[in-house]
């Protein structure tokens, strides 16, 4: 089984910070920070991960309520209207996997 690893990045304050979402989606960092992640990207494959349950379901409070469940939908949006307005193509790891084996 392949292993994809997420990228990592400083962001303003100089705290560590990777491409899963759990932290955005628990409230503990703004969508702006994974913005700035994207901005900062360099080379090689950006992997933005995140669990399908999570803009519904915070871990840590329960059941997210619909306005939260929208701005959170909105959030993604963003950002992946971000990453492809960043010139980066938006693929799935599956997609990605036949192409490197493709090569």
Known sequence: ????????????????????????????RPISDYLDLVDGFQDGLLVIA?????PVESYCSGLRTRDDMDQGIADLRTLLEHIEGSGCELVSIADHLRRKDAL
Request: one cysteine or more; aromatic letters at 16%; proline letters at 9%.
């Open 1 to 28: 089984m392949p292993e994809i690893p997420v990228c990592w990045s400083r962001d303003g304050r100089g705290k560590k910070i990777v491409s899963y979402l759990w932290p955005y989606h628990e409230g503990k």
């Open 50 to 54: 995140t669990h399908s349950w999570h």
